[in-house]
């Protein structure tokens, strides 16, 4: 079974600059998260879809990040503009709906200069 | 709100046991662990849900205390391949999954 899909897995970006993340999450799953984890720290939750809808995203800095999943499957989150404290490692997530084990993908590392 | 978990960090010499909490302040319906070795994605372990259950495999396994809105991970015996940083995930209602502070285990041989 294919794992969750991430790209790219690095970037550099100066700040004030744009930025886009893309997810393919496994096949089937109906649950699809993202979350931004900067060094040392746990994985942040910035939104959660159910499908195609948004089941949480009250940790999203709204004024600057914005995601979309479209057709409830593929999945983009974009940082416009970044800041410098945006630094940090991206992570989409994937399960069946209800609590059961949701896979990571490796995540893209966002550095901020 | 964050899961708050204890230790932060802890050293063990291989063959050793640990014990890894997790607490609450809101009620909780599942709570879930992950280990994160650095530089890779966190890996599922377990999940537990509500009505105090117990669960493990190999020589890892956790405890759920809803009542006390806690959960703590054992480990026993612990191996190298157990070095990395220990998240709880909690599931609350809609099944939001929001993850601890981590606790970082260290084993040395």
């Known amino acids: 079974e294919a794992g969750v899909a991430q790209s790219p897995r690095y970037k550099i970006i100066e700040k004030r600059q744009s930025v886009a993340f893309w997810c393919n999450p496994i096949s089937g799953h109906a649950t699809l998260y993202w979350y931004q984890q900067i060094l040392g720290q746990g994985p942040k939750l910035l939104i959660q879809f159910q499908n195609n809808g948004v089941v949480d995203d009250s940790q999203l800095p709204k004024d600057r990040f914005s995601a979309e999943r479209l057709k409830g499957v593929d999945s983009t989150l974009k940082i416009q503009p970044a800041k410098l404290e945006d630094s940090a490692v991206y992570l989409c997530?994937?399960?069946?709906?209800?609590?059961?084990?949701?896979?990571f993908g490796q995540g893209t590392r966002l550095t901020v200069v | 709100q964050q899961p708050v978990q204890s230790p932060q960090a802890v050293i063990l010499r291989e063959g050793e046991d640990a014990v890894i909490n997790c607490s609450s302040s809101?009620?909780?319906?599942?709570v879930h662990w992950y280990r994160q070795k650095h530089g890779e994605a966190p890996i599922f372990l377990m999940i537990l849900l509500k009505g105090g259950e117990q669960k493990g495999h190999d020589k890892i396994s956790a405890s759920f205390n809803e009542k006390k809105q806690q959960s703590s991970l054992y480990l026993t015996a612990s191996q190298l391949s157990y070095s990395g940083t220990y998240f709880c995930g909690t599931g609350v209602g809609n099944e939001k999954l929001t993850f601890g502070t981590g606790t970082r285990l260290t084993i040395i041989p």
């Open positions: 809101k009620a909780l319906y599942s």
């Open positions: 997530a994937s399960s069946l709906q209800g609590p059961v084990e949701a896979f």
